[in-house]
């Protein structure tokens, strides 16, 4: 009865460790968090970006052979964002390229991991607007004039634009008034209902809105598409599974929930006009 017993205790132990260095051996997911400032409701933007995630769930699990789970986070202000970057807080970001660059000159050790491509193209067109029936004719004309701009940390809403009135030779001390209105479609109703003599808005929000051309395009300026960006740290099989799986991206159905075609290769020389802009903008 003593042997069987201690049969019984020695085989039970054995057992028990033999499935504790199982589940010892089993990888742990890697877990990915993915960040974005809120540009719309916050469940809206978890729908949109859920076929994203579960994509880059399966392809970058495959691409790395590490199990990977990938969640979303989504700030309310493109600070708290730019913030979470910095400091390692999320592993990868979608940023516009203002956001990226003043990111870069924070942490210069962040890491681009490709570029949106819209019909095959990388640049499209910031707008600055007025009224259809506005006297103003050049940008030189809006001095001592009223001005409606986005977000405060946008690149066309603010960094672009500014760049572009400085060198017509206006100033925020030569505008009768100015404000940061926060989004494109609130700068054009502003400029229509003639809160604004002229507002910087994208082209798209304009050709969306402008059904009936209550408003006309005095200047036009060149934009370059969203980088996606991975933290400082990121580790390289981790950061080239992403990468790759973006730039191999074809899902059409996926792409188009954010109005790209594709994803295309990077580097930060292509956003140096855009850095070259901001710099600029310490003048107005």
Known sequence: MYLITKYFILSTVS???????????????????FGLYQSDKATEMHRKFKPLIDYLSVEVSRLS?????????????????NEALVAGEVDFVRF????????????????LLAMEEKKGK????????????????????????????????????????????IKAGVTSS???????LGRHDKVFKAV?????????????????????????ILHSFENITKPWIARADLPPKIFKAVSTALIGLSDKNILKQYKVSSFVAVKD???????ESIKKVEQF
């Open 15 to 33: 057992l028990l460790l033999s499935i504790g260095v199982t589940f010892a051996n089993e990888q742990r997911p890697v877990e990915l968090t």
């Open 65 to 81: 052979e590490s199990p990977t789970e990938l969640t979303l986070k989504i700030y309310k202000s493109y600070q708290g964002a």
């Open 96 to 111: 516009g390229p203002a956001s990226y660059i003043l990111a870069k000159a924070k942490r210069p050790d962040i890491q």
């Open 122 to 165: 990388t640049r499209f067109k910031g707008l600055i607007v007025v009224p259809i029936n506005s006297t103003v004719q050049t940008l030189s004309d809006l001095n001592g004039r009223s001005f409606a701009f986005g977000n405060i940390n946008s690149t066309i809403g603010r960094y672009l634009a500014q760049s572009e009135l």
């Open 174 to 180: 030569s505008l009768s008034k100015l404000a940061f």
């Open 192 to 216: 229509e209902l003639g809160d604004y003599d002229a507002g910087s808005l994208k082209e798209s929000t304009y050709k969306k809105m402008n059904i009936n051309g209550q408003l006309r």
């Open 269 to 275: 020389e292509d956003y140096q006009y855009v850095r």
